[in-house]
Every structure is written in structure tokens, then in C-alpha cells.
């Protein structure tokens, strides 16, 4: 058996993950200028000095619950880390397939709306130009219609399965499905703005492969060349968001107002803003419109669940939607209205209680590390799940929100199902040594009779 720290990626660990994905945008969210902040974002500014204590806390008990499962889950790594048995491998195609359709025809059914109400190439074509406006018109054509366009968020679980199947000798059955579903993915980030639906593709994808090639490309993954991966990272994600952004909004809205000097200094300040504005409003939120009547966060798949969730709350707590748009439009600016991770806790459960929170929360998420480093079922499948939500910490609580469920949901199922599997082998393999074993004792009881005659 190896050691599980002979396997060990820096950026894959949540214990470098999640500080470097929340402090150096809560810094520069505290020290930047309130004129920054109208300058660059059309905000005030409310994050303070408090505020990040408060994110340096939520840190802190994250790594120490972190430490505790470190503790309790220590063990060897499997030295067939990430194989699976022809059983286990074609139930996980079976169930891969269907997450793939499901995700393709939701796809289909979501483009044919919009190109029903009048989208067309031109206007991709359109965007990539620049033309003012287009943007912003394709992104109304594409209407969602709930519980039947949720079904792409199948994808990121897809991925993960398709990912382990591809390396488990199933790539000439996966790399099509998985290469469809990237294109479309691809589409909805120019014509509706989702960035995320790439990086919850590609987030848990990297995972896995790195993990999977440790070996083979050992002297890249360690050591000081480890570092370059992230950096590496980092450029094509900025890349690729300029790219984006250029048609809905550069071109349309911030070329001519003259506070740029061009479309990667916009970009730069736009990819700061998405995330500084997240912790700026969740302050907002915090210290002026006080703790949530009901958990939002915490529960958001819940009540974004069609037909039931939106009665539910609306029963509940029929004035809170009102109230937070009401502030942000007063105070902050509504196109940027993402609430991070530690304030959407706070809001839901108060600012005391969240480091309780993240004290749980890091035990839970390095228990599945630990569990993904040494080859568990339920480690491979879910952590890739929970490194997405640990980049995006600082922006969103991915993992509560209802664009995360389906892929909950299916994950589940595929650890249901191989635990199935795998309790059926023993079964039959403890079946199997009790009937070797009974010929035996038959033999020996008779034995005994001869001595007792």
C-alpha cells in the first residue's frame, strides 16, 4: 500500500483551496476605496475591516474541522485508485447514458424555444462581433421552463461519471455524449452569460484527470512546477471570460465611457467585481437587511423546486424577494447581485453561528478528500462535486442551489447503486466459502462417528 502523501496535489486539497478562494478577494473587497467602488461597479461600498475578520474566521474553523477528519479518517490509498469492476462499470455507463440524454434533449428542448421565439446563428455570429445590444437579446429568448431545462444541470455529474469511465477503459462510449454536452455548454456561456456551466464541467473534470495521470506526470504535479497548473488556470479563465464579455458588455454599455483604457482592463476589473460584489453585498445583506425570516441559502434548491418549492415559500415568507431587490437598487447595483458563500450563511443562520457551520463543513468536505486521495467510491464521485463549489466559494453557496441538485441526485444514485453491487459480490462470495467449507465439516463429523463406533 503507498502513502496517501505520495499522492498528494497541492491545488486539489480544500485546505489550500478554500483560503485562496476566499482571502484575496476579501482583502481586496475591504481595502479598495468607496469611490472604487462607483467607479467600477456603480456600488457603494460596505465591506469593512469586521467583515473580513468575520471571512477570516469562517477560514479558520473550516481548516480546523478539516484537521479533525484528518484525524479520524486517516488510512491507506488503494493501490487500484479510481478502478472498478465490469458490474460496477456498466452499471455507471448505463447510468451515464441516461444522465447524457437527459441533459442533451433538455439542451434541445431549451434552444428550440428560443429559436422559436426568433434566435438565430446570425446573432451568435453577432455577439462575437460586438454588436450592441445582441446580448442582451438572445439572453431573453432563452427562456427556462422549470423541471424540464433544469435537466442540463445533469451535466457536471456526467462529467464526473464520464470522467471515470473514460479512464476505466470506456472512452469510445463516453468521449461523444461528453463532447456533445461541451459544445452546448459552450453556446449557453456566449448566448446566455453562464460562465459557470463551463466551469462546473470543467472544475470537477481537471480533478479527476490529475488525480488519474498522478503518476505518469508525478514530476509536473509536485514540487515547484506544481505551481504552474493554476497560473495556467487562471489565464485561459480569464481568457475566455474576456471573450464573453466583450459582446454583452464591453461593446455594448463600457467602450465609450471612457474609465477603461481597454477590453483586458475591463475584463481584469470585471472578473474582480463579480467576486469583491458578492462579499460587498452579503455585508449589505448582513448589517442592513438584517438575518433571512427563512434559510434561503441553505435550502434554495428547495424552493426553486418546481410547483412545491415556490408555494412553499411564498406561503412562508411572502415579501423577502422583494425586499432584497428593493436593496439593491438603492444601495449596490443589481447586475451584480451575488451573495458569497460565508454572508449567505450568516444570513440564514447568523454571523455567530456560521463558523459553526464551516467547523462542520470542513470536517464533511476533507472526510470526502480524504476518502477521493485513497480511492473510495463515494470520495471519487462526490469531492470533484465539492472542489467547483470551493472555487466559487467567494462568489455563490454552489452547493445548496438548485442548479447543483441534479447533479446531488445522480450522484447519489451511482453510489446507491454501486454499494448494491458491491454488497451482492460479498454475498455471493461468502456464499460461495461457506459451500467450500461444508464438504469439509461434513468430512470431519464423520470422522468422528468412525472414532465414536
Known amino acids: 500500500m503507498a502513502s496517501s502523501s505520495q499522492y498528494r496535489i497541492w491545488w486539489l486539497n480544500p485546505g489550500w483551496v478554500f483560503p485562496f478562494a476566499l482571502i484575496p478577494w476579501s482583502l481586496a473587497a475591504c481595502f479598495l476605496t468607496n469611490e472604487q467602488y462607483t467607479l467600477y461597479w456603480k456600488s457603494g461600498r460596505f465591506f ?4 473580513l475578520a468575520f471571512v477570516g474566521a469562517c477560514v479558520v474553523t473550516f481548516l480546523i474541522g478539516g484537521a479533525f477528519a484528518n484525524i479520524l479518517s486517516a488510512g491507506p490509498v ?12 456498466r452499471f455507471l455507463l448505463r447510468l451515464f447514458q441516461v444522465g447524457a440524454a437527459l441533459t442533451i434533449l433538455a439542451y434541445l428542448i431549451w434552444f428550440g424555444i428560443a429559436i422559436r421565439g426568433g434566435m438565430t446563428l446570425t446573432m451568435l ?3 462575437l462581433k460586438g454588436e450592441s445590444g445582441t446580448a442582451y437579446e438572445t439572453r431573453a429568448l432563452l427562456t427556462t421552463l422549470p423541471g424540464i431545462t433544469t435537466a442540463t444541470q445533469f451535466a457536471m455529474a456526467v ?54 495521470c498522478r503518476q505518469r506526470f508525478r514530476r509536473y504535479l509536485h514540487g515547484f512546477s506544481s505551481v504552474i497548473w493554476p497560473v495556467i488556470a487562471v489565464v485561459i479563465f480569464y481568457l475566455l471570460f474576456t471573450g464573453s464579455e466583450y459582446g454583452r458588455s464591453w461593446a455594448t454599455f463600457y467602450r465609450d465611457e471612457g474609465v477603461y483604457n481597454s477590453v483586458w482592463e475591463f475584463s481584469a476589473f470585471r472578473v474582480l467585481g463579480y467576486y469583491v460584489t458578492a462579499l460587498n453585498n452579503g455585508s449589505l445583506f448582513y448589517h442592513i437587511g438584517g438575518i433571512n425570516d ?4 441553505t435550502f434554495q434548491w428547495f424552493w426553486k423546486f418546481p410547483v412545491i418549492g415556490s408555494k412553499a415559500h411564498a406561503m412562508l415568507d411572502p415579501h423577502q424577494k422583494e425586499s432584497v431587490y428593493t436593496l439593491l437598487n438603492s444601495d449596490a447595483n443589481p447586475e451584480f447581485n451575488n451573495i458569497s458563500l460565508p454572508f449567505d450563511i450568516a444570513l440564514d443562520w447568523g454571523q455567530y453561528f456560521a463558523p459553526l457551520f464551516f467547523l462542520l463543513t470542513g470536517f464533511v468536505i476533507f472526510y470526502f478528500y480524504r476518502r477521493f486521495v485513497r480511492g473510495n467510491t463515494a470520495g471519487l464521485l462526490i469531492y470533484p462535486l465539492f472542489y467547483t463549489g470551493l472555487l466559487e466559494a467567494a462568489r455563490e453557496s454552489y452547493w445548496t442551489t438548485s442548479r447543483c ?26 456464499s460461495q466459502e461457506l459451500a467450500a467449507q461444508a464438504p469439509e465439516s461434513f468430512s470431519s463429523s464423520s470422522e468422528k462417528s468412525k472414532v465414536i463406533i
Request: glycine share 6%; charged share 20%.
Open 78 to 89: 488503494n493501490t487500484d485508485w479510481g478502478k472498478f469492476s465490469d458490474k460496477e462499470l
Open 125 to 127: 455570429w453577432e455577439i
Open 294 to 297: 427563512l434559510p434561503e441559502a
Open 48 to 51: 469593512d475591516a469586521g467583515d
Open 405 to 430: 441538485f441534479p447533479s446531488w441526485l445522480l450522484l447519489f444514485l451511482a453510489i446507491y447503486g454501486i454499494r448494491r453491487i458491491q454488497k451482492k459480490h460479498q454475498r455471493t462470495q461468502r
Open 159 to 212: 462529467f464526473i461519471i464520464g470522467t471515470i469511465l473514460f479512464f476505466n477503459g470506456k472512452a469510445s462510449k463516453v468521449t461523444g455524449w461528453m463532447a456533445i454536452i461541451l459544445v452546448l455548454a459552450i453556446l449557453r456561456n456566449f448566448l446566455h452569460n453562464e460562465r459557470l456551466a463551463l466551469t462546473e464541467i470543467a472544475a470537477p473534470t481537471i480533478c479527476l484527470v490529475a488525480f488519474y
